[in-house]
Structure formats: C-alpha cells, structure tokens
C-alpha cells in the first residue's frame, strides 16, 4: 500500500543542537512533497515544500528538506534548534501516479526542545 | 493564515446524538477537506469536496457525512455519534488537486476538539 513513513516518533533536543527528521514515501510516480509543523494547541501550519526543480527547499523559521528521489525521501532539517521549534512535525505527500491525487501524512514526529 | 474557521471549536457529545462541524472559508478555493487527528495516526481524510454539491470519501469515512451547498462552506455530519469518533478534526482548502504548481498546497484550520462520552 502506498504509505508515508516517518520513523522518528519522539525527538528531544537541546538547544543549538542540529535536526534531521526522517521522511519516506512508497510511490513511484510524481509526488509533491511537504512539511507541516503543528504548534502546541495549534493548527497545522506549512513549514515548506517542493514540487520541482532545486530538491533542497528552504521553509520558514531556517527549515530546509532535501528530496532524494532515489532514496524517495524528503527528510527535514535545522541546523540550530530553539525552544520554540517544540512541536509536531509531519511529512505529506501527494502522488501524482496514483489512483487518486490525495494527500497522505505520516504519523509526525513529536519534538520536544530542552533549554 | 489562510481564511478558515471552525465551528465550534470545542464540544462534548454523548453517544448516538448527532452533530455537525462547520468549515467556513473566505478564500474562495474550489476543495476543501475534512481530516481527523489521533495519536499515532497523523492526519486521516475522511471526506473532501471538490466543489459546490460534489463530494467524495475519504479513507475514513464509515459514520461521517458531508454537504456543501455554498463554496465558502462545509459541513461534516455524525449521524449517530460514538466513543470511537472522540478526535480533533481539521478542514483544509486548496484551489485544486490537479497538476498546477503551487495550487496543491492545502491550508488548515484551527481545528475542533470533539469529545463523546
């Protein structure tokens, strides 16, 4: 079955430490490739994404991903995390291929951000 | 942030009543969506509406139903509310699910927190 998989669950950091997070699909066609970020409380919210061209895609708040598609990732990453980057993250993926053009999230990683 | 309110944004039900969650948008897009929140599951699309009275399901759609008579809003209907329907659900909009670069970005709401005792 078609799937995204995100094989960190729950990611704890201090402050000023590097993150990656991990996303991969199971598709083979064209895919759009996202990162949400859900804030405490909050609704989810685009951090970024990337649909063609460059595969490394800069978001907001100094987020960027890298689309590898021989790996079919899409993995996230900050250099320097802060406090306030505590919060859900979810990779989604519309594929292009399939038999319907939906988009799917993987289960989010939970990071939590020590001071 | 894109337009899109919830309503209500909290509420308790008891099993086998029925309620309704409203979407209401001021963006004018053509689709909108309707996904439900729970731990360990992400995001899951229970019904989506690709324009005014056309809809369709999602992969979660056993007990829920929809309506869009207005572009601006869309409603998801539990008929006969259970404990298995305790969640938070989001709406999301997007102009469209074609191949158009850059109209394929879905833009969600705040969100309903939905208990059923």
């Known amino acids: 079955a078609q799937s995204v998989s995100q094989h960190n669950h729950h990611v704890i950091l201090s402050e000023a430490a590097s993150l990656e997070l991990g996303c991969n699909y199971s598709?083979?066609?064209?895919?759009?490739l996202f990162w949400y970020v859900q804030y405490p409380g909050q609704h989810l919210q685009l951090l970024l994404k990337y649909f063609s061209g460059d595969p490394l895609v800069k978001g907001i708040k100094g987020f960027e991903a890298e689309f590898i598609k021989s790996k079919f990732s899409f993995n996230l990453r900050k250099p320097s995390v802060q406090w306030s980057d505590t919060a859900e993250y979810f990779c989604a993926v519309i594929n292009y291929g399939g038999a319907t053009n939906k988009l799917i999230f993987g289960t989010g990683t939970l990071l939590a951000v020590q001071p | 942030d894109a337009g899109i309110t919830q309503s209500p944004r909290h509420k308790v039900t008891e099993t086998g009543t029925p309620v309704t969650l409203r979407c209401h948008q001021t963006?004018?897009?053509?689709?909108m969506y309707w996904y439900r929140q729970d731990p360990g599951h992400g995001l899951r699309l229970i019904h989506y509406?690709?324009?005014?009275?056309?809809?369709d399901k999602g992969e979660v759609s056993d007990g829920y139903s929809v309506s869009r008579s207005k572009t601006e809003d869309f409603l998801l209907t539990l008929e006969s509310a259970t404990s298995s329907q305790t969640s938070v659900y989001f709406c999301?909009?997007?102009?469209?699910?074609?191949?158009?670069?850059?109209?394929?970005?879905?833009?969600f709401g705040p969100g309903t927190r939905l208990t059923v005792l």
């Open positions: 999301a909009i997007s102009e469209s699910t074609g191949r158009a670069i850059n109209t394929d970005t879905q833009y």
């Open positions: 598709y083979g066609g064209t895919v759009n």
């Open positions: 963006e004018n897009h053509r689709y």
């Open positions: 509406s690709y324009g005014v009275k056309d809809t």
